[in-house]
């Protein structure tokens, strides 16, 4: 099966917190190794979103341009992505040639297709730059409670969606001047045209009872008032609109694509910026279009659930109305007919120590530090067991210290640990067995079973419970050992049960190796060298700068692998004669109280 796994763009606004890669980035790491392992032709893409009012912002307060900001944001992002061990086929960017000509071809043929409307709406511009203010620059008095601090798009108050021009006193959030609001036209999607394909669609995504009822249930419900809705900004930092008549002359001011507009996109155009980077530049079409290939097509779309709209309403659209296949007819453009979502997989919420986290606010745990101090194993194991997944999840550093020491350290760490010295000491390499006692067998079909149960959960994007199951059958081969006391045995009749006891165990221990290793793909690679594997068991991501396949003289991060050596998801017999050496530590033992008493130092009023 191929099977594209679309994960969410960051934003390029600066570093990424805890917050950001717990939602999807890990989640849709472990699906992705696990679905390669299973035989799986997997292609994976993401990348940094740059365009949007919030860049410009910023960029004017760092008195840098927005091409500057995104430029040093992404390569941070893409750093950070690349450490915790994220096995994109590419992370690339919206900034590139390749983008905008892949936005701009699906914004024409939706706009020939008829699905882009044009519409006179009312927008507000600041007086002193000429620019345009986005509804959520601008604050005033709410019209309806009095609030005073109401955002333009709605009140926090008394929770009214508002337009910008209702408030009493409008102010710019950015400088604190009054608004003047003109007439401005733009091209809004025509999602009521395309809301009973949406439907169709939706209801048969339902039907096929895998999507988390919550983002199911909310697709469907926000059917039920869909509105036009403006795919284009009075802004000049983003994707000029491809249609004559709307260039920066054209008109009052400079307009662009809407930058959700453009992100969406991104999971295409990375596709096709992959194959192109192959030198295979149709290879795309083989997730893309059905009929390309003769094995099924399955998407999976992981973010956050503030982005479920954007994913289970807007881009689908966007996709429908480019096939031509709303109420208005139509024909596809040059891409054929794309693949819808199989699935929208969406997380729930993370908070910090009880509180929503917020750089501005100094609750914020960022990624670049936690690898630092702790590395990548640590922090991808707290998020595959404790994270939002389908419920709001909330990181605390006590919980963090005492999964990583009595979980991943004293449970699996302890488990290789022992395993090794034993065979180390005893026979100095792995032994041969001698006959399987029924305490042997049991213990051996319960790992080869976890390959069913742990297998069939990560199918379904169940990574907590996968990671519940694979852990507690790590604590039966823990009571596999308590149970032979292969310590016990020191005589030279029992020489052959001790050797027949450590096989087994090592077998197990390497099985579950495989089992853990989309969770925990570097540590996974380290117990692999400790139990006498050779080479390494996980393919690991890297960071390769690249030269832009369109725009001459430019370079960029990419994040991407080669991961066809990726093991398969099934028991691999370990060779008899591998030499075994005692193993160096190969988890970090965390301090409860300093680690804890330090971070929650840097928490204000923890
Ligand atoms: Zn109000």
Redesign the pocket.
Known sequence: MKVLSAVAWPYANGPRHLGHVAGFAVPSDVFSRYMRMAGHDVLMVSGSDEHGTPILVLADKEGVTPRELVDRNHAIIAGELADLGCSYDLYTRTTTPNHYAVAQELFRQVWANGYMVEQTTKGAVSPSTGRTLPDRYIEGT?P??G?EE?RGDQ?D??G?QLEPEDLKSPRSKIDGETPRFIETQHFFLDLPALADSLRTWLEGREASGTWRPNVIKFSLNILDDIKPRAMTRDIDWGIPVPLEGWDDASQVGPKRLYVWFDAVVGYLSASIEWARRLGEPERWREWWVEGTVPEAQESYYFMGKDNITFHSQIWPAELLGYAGKGAKGGEPGVYGELNLPTEVVSSEYLTMEGKAFSSSRGYVIYIRDVLEKYGPDAIRYYICAAGPEAQDANFTWAEFVQRNNSELVAGWGNLVSRTAAMIAKNFGEIPQPGPLEPVDEAVRAAVLGAFGTVGDLLARQRVKAALGEAMRTVGEVNKYVTDTEPFKLKGEDERERLATVLHTLVQCVADLNVILAPFVPAAANRVHTAIGGEGELMPMPRLATVPDLDEEGREYPIVTGEYTATPAWASRPVTVGAPITKPAPLFTKFDTETVVADELDQVPGA
């Open positions: 709410c309806i409670c609030y109401a009140c108050s008394c009214n």
